[in-house]
T-cell receptor
Framework: GQNIDQPTEMTATEGAIVQINCTYQ??????LFWYQQHAGEAPTFLSY????GLEEKGRFSSFLSRSKGYSYLLLKELQMKDSASYLC???????????FGPGTRLSVLP | DGGITQSPKYLFRKEGQNVTLSCEQN?????MYWYRQDPGQGLRLIYY???????QKGDIAEGYSVSREKKESFPLTVTSAQKNPTAFYLC???????????????FGDGTRLSIL
Protein backbone atom coordinates (compact mmCIF):
# COMPACT_ATOMS: atom_id res chain seq x y z
CA GLY A 1 0.00 0.00 0.00
CA GLN A 2 0.89 3.65 -0.10
CA ASN A 3 1.33 5.86 2.95
CA ILE A 4 2.54 9.42 3.32
CA ASP A 5 3.18 11.33 6.53
CA GLN A 6 3.72 15.04 7.14
CA PRO A 7 3.59 17.26 10.23
CA THR A 8 0.16 18.79 10.64
CA GLU A 9 1.14 22.37 11.44
CA MET A 10 4.24 24.55 11.53
CA THR A 11 4.85 28.17 12.46
CA ALA A 12 7.73 30.38 11.36
CA THR A 13 8.68 34.05 11.30
CA GLU A 14 8.80 36.30 8.26
CA GLY A 15 12.28 36.29 6.72
CA ALA A 16 13.25 32.96 8.30
CA ILE A 17 13.87 29.52 6.75
CA VAL A 18 11.52 26.57 7.31
CA GLN A 19 11.83 22.89 6.38
CA ILE A 20 8.69 20.81 5.84
CA ASN A 21 9.27 17.06 5.95
CA CYS A 22 7.48 14.25 4.16
CA THR A 23 8.02 10.52 4.64
CA TYR A 24 6.48 7.94 2.36
CA GLN A 25 6.10 4.22 1.85
CA UNK A 26 5.15 3.17 -1.64
CA UNK A 27 5.42 0.08 -3.81
CA UNK A 28 7.31 1.21 -6.88
CA UNK A 29 8.67 4.75 -6.70
CA UNK A 30 8.08 7.17 -9.57
CA UNK A 31 8.95 10.54 -8.09
CA LEU A 32 7.49 12.88 -5.49
CA PHE A 33 5.59 16.12 -5.96
CA TRP A 34 5.13 19.16 -3.73
CA TYR A 35 2.08 21.41 -4.04
CA GLN A 36 1.10 24.65 -2.31
CA GLN A 37 -2.54 25.22 -1.39
CA HIS A 38 -3.88 28.49 0.01
CA ALA A 39 -7.05 28.14 2.07
CA GLY A 40 -10.09 27.52 -0.11
CA GLU A 41 -8.06 27.50 -3.31
CA ALA A 42 -6.66 24.94 -5.74
CA PRO A 43 -3.29 23.29 -5.10
CA THR A 44 -0.53 24.60 -7.35
CA PHE A 45 2.54 22.64 -8.41
CA LEU A 46 5.83 23.58 -6.74
CA SER A 47 8.38 20.86 -7.49
CA TYR A 48 9.07 17.32 -8.62
CA UNK A 49 11.93 15.08 -7.49
CA UNK A 50 12.73 11.67 -8.91
CA UNK A 51 16.49 11.46 -8.24
CA UNK A 52 18.24 11.86 -4.89
CA GLY A 53 19.41 15.31 -4.01
CA LEU A 54 18.33 18.91 -3.88
CA GLU A 55 16.36 20.76 -6.56
CA GLU A 56 16.43 24.54 -6.18
CA LYS A 57 13.83 26.92 -7.57
CA GLY A 58 14.29 30.42 -6.28
CA ARG A 59 13.22 30.66 -2.63
CA PHE A 60 11.90 27.09 -2.68
CA SER A 61 14.04 23.94 -2.75
CA SER A 62 13.05 20.30 -2.51
CA PHE A 63 15.18 17.37 -1.39
CA LEU A 64 14.73 13.64 -1.91
CA SER A 65 16.32 10.54 -0.41
CA ARG A 66 14.86 7.44 -2.02
CA SER A 67 16.69 5.03 0.29
CA LYS A 68 15.14 6.71 3.33
CA GLY A 69 11.70 7.32 1.82
CA TYR A 70 12.09 10.96 2.77
CA SER A 71 11.67 14.37 1.20
CA TYR A 72 11.62 17.92 2.44
CA LEU A 73 10.57 21.29 1.11
CA LEU A 74 12.79 24.19 2.14
CA LEU A 75 11.36 27.70 2.06
CA LYS A 76 13.81 30.59 2.43
CA GLU A 77 13.23 34.28 3.14
CA LEU A 78 9.69 33.54 4.25
CA GLN A 79 6.97 35.97 3.26
CA MET A 80 3.48 36.37 4.68
CA LYS A 81 2.05 35.06 1.40
CA ASP A 82 3.80 31.73 2.05
CA SER A 83 1.19 30.98 4.72
CA ALA A 84 -0.55 27.98 3.14
CA SER A 85 -0.78 24.21 3.26
CA TYR A 86 1.98 22.23 1.61
CA LEU A 87 1.08 18.82 0.21
CA CYS A 88 3.44 16.08 -0.84
CA UNK A 89 2.19 13.46 -3.27
CA UNK A 90 3.55 10.32 -4.90
CA UNK A 91 2.30 8.84 -8.15
CA UNK A 92 1.55 5.14 -8.20
CA UNK A 93 -0.10 2.59 -10.47
CA UNK A 94 2.40 3.48 -13.21
CA UNK A 95 1.68 7.17 -12.72
CA UNK A 96 -2.02 6.82 -13.35
CA UNK A 97 -2.99 8.30 -10.02
CA UNK A 98 -1.57 9.87 -6.90
CA UNK A 99 -1.54 9.49 -3.15
CA PHE A 100 -1.47 12.75 -1.21
CA GLY A 101 -0.15 13.36 2.25
CA PRO A 102 -2.38 15.11 4.82
CA GLY A 103 -0.65 18.44 4.18
CA THR A 104 1.33 20.72 6.48
CA ARG A 105 -0.34 24.02 7.35
CA LEU A 106 2.36 26.70 7.59
CA SER A 107 1.68 29.98 9.37
CA VAL A 108 4.14 32.81 8.77
CA LEU A 109 4.10 35.39 11.53
CA PRO A 110 5.35 39.00 11.27
CA ASP B 1 -5.35 30.74 -21.55
CA GLY B 2 -5.62 27.01 -20.90
CA GLY B 3 -6.95 25.74 -17.63
CA ILE B 4 -9.54 23.82 -15.69
CA THR B 5 -12.92 25.29 -14.86
CA GLN B 6 -15.10 23.96 -12.09
CA SER B 7 -18.65 25.11 -11.50
CA PRO B 8 -20.43 26.10 -9.44
CA LYS B 9 -18.09 27.49 -6.81
CA TYR B 10 -20.66 26.85 -4.05
CA LEU B 11 -23.43 24.24 -4.13
CA PHE B 12 -26.12 23.25 -1.67
CA ARG B 13 -27.79 19.88 -1.65
CA LYS B 14 -31.12 18.99 -0.17
CA GLU B 15 -31.64 15.62 1.46
CA GLY B 16 -32.40 12.89 -1.09
CA GLN B 17 -31.18 15.02 -3.99
CA ASN B 18 -28.51 14.23 -6.57
CA VAL B 19 -26.24 17.10 -7.59
CA THR B 20 -23.71 17.34 -10.41
CA LEU B 21 -20.42 19.19 -10.27
CA SER B 22 -18.98 20.36 -13.55
CA CYS B 23 -15.32 20.10 -14.60
CA GLU B 24 -14.08 21.29 -18.00
CA GLN B 25 -10.48 21.54 -19.22
CA ASN B 26 -8.96 22.98 -22.39
CA UNK B 27 -5.43 21.74 -21.75
CA UNK B 28 -5.88 18.76 -24.08
CA UNK B 29 -5.05 16.46 -21.17
CA UNK B 30 -6.06 12.82 -21.37
CA UNK B 31 -6.29 12.07 -17.65
CA MET B 32 -8.81 13.67 -15.29
CA TYR B 33 -9.43 13.19 -11.59
CA TRP B 34 -11.90 14.02 -8.83
CA TYR B 35 -10.76 14.50 -5.25
CA ARG B 36 -12.56 15.23 -2.03
CA GLN B 37 -10.92 17.36 0.66
CA ASP B 38 -12.25 17.58 4.21
CA PRO B 39 -11.08 20.28 6.66
CA GLY B 40 -7.50 19.75 7.77
CA GLN B 41 -7.08 16.68 5.61
CA GLY B 42 -5.35 15.77 2.39
CA LEU B 43 -6.95 14.93 -0.92
CA ARG B 44 -8.77 11.63 -1.32
CA LEU B 45 -9.36 10.20 -4.78
CA ILE B 46 -12.97 9.60 -5.79
CA TYR B 47 -12.72 8.66 -9.49
CA TYR B 48 -10.22 9.04 -12.29
CA UNK B 49 -10.26 8.65 -16.04
CA UNK B 50 -7.31 8.01 -18.33
CA UNK B 51 -9.25 8.17 -21.58
CA UNK B 52 -12.66 9.04 -22.99
CA UNK B 53 -15.43 6.54 -22.16
CA UNK B 54 -13.34 4.89 -19.45
CA UNK B 55 -13.01 5.64 -15.74
CA GLN B 56 -11.88 3.89 -12.57
CA LYS B 57 -12.96 4.03 -8.94
CA GLY B 58 -10.65 5.67 -6.47
CA ASP B 59 -10.47 5.15 -2.72
CA ILE B 60 -13.87 6.66 -1.83
CA ALA B 61 -16.13 6.11 -4.86
CA GLU B 62 -19.23 4.97 -2.95
CA GLY B 63 -22.09 7.45 -3.35
CA TYR B 64 -20.53 9.13 -6.39
CA SER B 65 -20.75 8.60 -10.13
CA VAL B 66 -18.92 10.08 -13.13
CA SER B 67 -18.99 10.06 -16.92
CA ARG B 68 -16.34 10.82 -19.54
CA GLU B 69 -18.13 11.30 -22.83
CA LYS B 70 -15.77 14.02 -24.04
CA LYS B 71 -12.06 14.54 -23.47
CA GLU B 72 -12.68 18.02 -22.10
CA SER B 73 -15.37 17.13 -19.57
CA PHE B 74 -15.52 14.95 -16.45
CA PRO B 75 -18.67 15.73 -14.41
CA LEU B 76 -19.13 14.26 -10.92
CA THR B 77 -22.57 13.40 -9.54
CA VAL B 78 -22.97 13.27 -5.78
CA THR B 79 -25.89 10.93 -5.23
CA SER B 80 -28.29 10.69 -2.31
CA ALA B 81 -26.40 7.55 -1.28
CA GLN B 82 -23.49 9.75 -0.17
CA LYS B 83 -24.57 10.46 3.40
CA ASN B 84 -21.80 12.92 4.26
CA PRO B 85 -21.25 14.99 1.12
CA THR B 86 -20.16 18.24 2.77
CA ALA B 87 -16.61 18.84 1.53
CA PHE B 88 -14.42 20.74 -0.91
CA TYR B 89 -14.31 18.96 -4.28
CA LEU B 90 -11.33 19.38 -6.58
CA CYS B 91 -11.02 18.34 -10.20
CA UNK B 92 -7.59 17.85 -11.78
CA UNK B 93 -6.12 16.88 -15.12
CA UNK B 94 -2.75 15.63 -16.24
CA UNK B 95 -0.89 15.13 -19.48
CA UNK B 96 -0.20 11.51 -20.33
CA UNK B 97 2.38 9.86 -22.52
CA UNK B 98 6.10 9.36 -22.07
CA UNK B 99 7.02 9.13 -18.42
CA UNK B 100 3.46 9.82 -17.27
CA UNK B 101 4.38 9.67 -13.61
CA UNK B 102 6.48 12.80 -13.81
CA UNK B 103 3.73 15.08 -15.02
CA UNK B 104 2.10 17.29 -12.38
CA UNK B 105 -1.63 17.54 -11.98
CA UNK B 106 -3.38 20.82 -12.75
CA PHE B 107 -6.29 21.67 -10.48
CA GLY B 108 -9.51 23.61 -10.83
CA ASP B 109 -10.57 26.15 -8.21
CA GLY B 110 -12.89 23.69 -6.49
CA THR B 111 -16.57 23.41 -5.59
CA ARG B 112 -17.67 23.68 -1.97
CA LEU B 113 -20.70 21.44 -1.36
CA SER B 114 -22.91 21.80 1.70
CA ILE B 115 -26.09 20.12 2.91
CA LEU B 116 -29.20 22.23 3.45
Amino acid sequence: GQNIDQPTEMTATEGAIVQINCTYQTSGFNGLFWYQQHAGEAPTFLSYNVLDGLEEKGRFSSFLSRSKGYSYLLLKELQMKDSASYLCAVPWNYGQNFVFGPGTRLSVLP
Amino acid sequence: DGGITQSPKYLFRKEGQNVTLSCEQNLNHDAMYWYRQDPGQGLRLIYYSQIVNDFQKGDIAEGYSVSREKKESFPLTVTSAQKNPTAFYLCASKREGGLAGNQPQHFGDGTRLSIL
